[in-house]
């Protein structure tokens, strides 16, 4: 079984200062990581992934994500936020079940607030 | 190409009533995954559909149960409705490893 802990419920932050929302995991075998984005009122939007590869991946709106294995983390960061990029942002995942399923656990979640 | 539907967008229900809520999925994706998410907190798998079988479970009782058709759209539905199962209830599509790809979610309040 995996288990993912968002270390901070919320983060308060001025436009156009940087961030970092934080995520750490657990789990017994390999897994694949992502970050989702809910904005009031909505589902989840996926906001970017890691499967394989590069340990760091970037999203099309300035979002990045480094794993480091070693720590087991997958925070998420990016230099200068905007007004819109308030929201609640979720940490995810995913390992093989016995049924070969990819099933994602997520975090409580982050809620991003961006001040004037 | 279309996102995940679902429906409907808001439901009220008494305790003790059953419910049916309907899903959608992105054209081309087999896997569909339904969440429970509370007030406040992550979204909690319910269960998980590969072309029409159930594929997971997670820790939901057995009045929970849910149906793929052939065309990979889904339903949920809840049995013996409790005070509890108020939440926003979210529909997942995937390919794979691919990340799933949420629906806008129905609202249930259970009276």
């Known amino acids: 079984a995996q288990s993912v802990t968002q270390l901070d419920s919320q983060v308060p932050v001025f436009e156009e200062a940087p961030v970092e929302l934080r995520c750490n995991y657990s789990?017994?075998?390999?897994?694949?990581l992502f970050w989702y984005v809910q904005y009031p009122n909505q589902g989840l939007q996926l906001l970017l992934k890691y499967l394989s590869g590069s340990t760091l991946v970037e999203s099309i709106n300035g979002f990045e994500a480094e794993f480091n294995k070693s720590q087991t983390s997958f925070h998420l960061r990016k230099p200068s936020v905007h007004i819109s990029d308030t929201a609640e942002y979720f940490c995810?995942?995913?390992?093989?079940?016995?049924?070969?399923?990819?099933?994602?656990?997520f975090g409580r979640g982050t809620s991003l607030i961006v001040h004037p | 190409e279309t996102g995940v539907t679902q429906s409907p967008t808001h439901l009220i229900k008494t305790r003790g009533q059953q419910v049916t809520l309907r899903c959608s999925s992105q054209s081309g994706h087999n896997t569909v995954s339904w969440y429970q998410q509370a007030l406040g907190q992550g979204p909690q798998f319910i269960f998980q559909y590969y072309r029409e079988e159930e594929n997971g479970r997670g820790n939901f009782p057995p009045r929970f149960s849910g149906l793929q058709f052939p065309n990979y759209s889904s339903e949920l539905n809840v049995n013996a409705l409790e005070l509890d199962d108020s939440a926003l209830y979210l529909c997942a599509s995937s390919l794979s490893t691919s990340g799933q790809y949420f629906g806008p979610g129905t609202r249930l309040t259970v009276t």
């Open positions: 995810a995942v995913s390992a093989t079940s016995s049924g070969g399923s990819y099933i994602p656990t």
């Open positions: 789990s017994s075998v390999s897994v694949y």
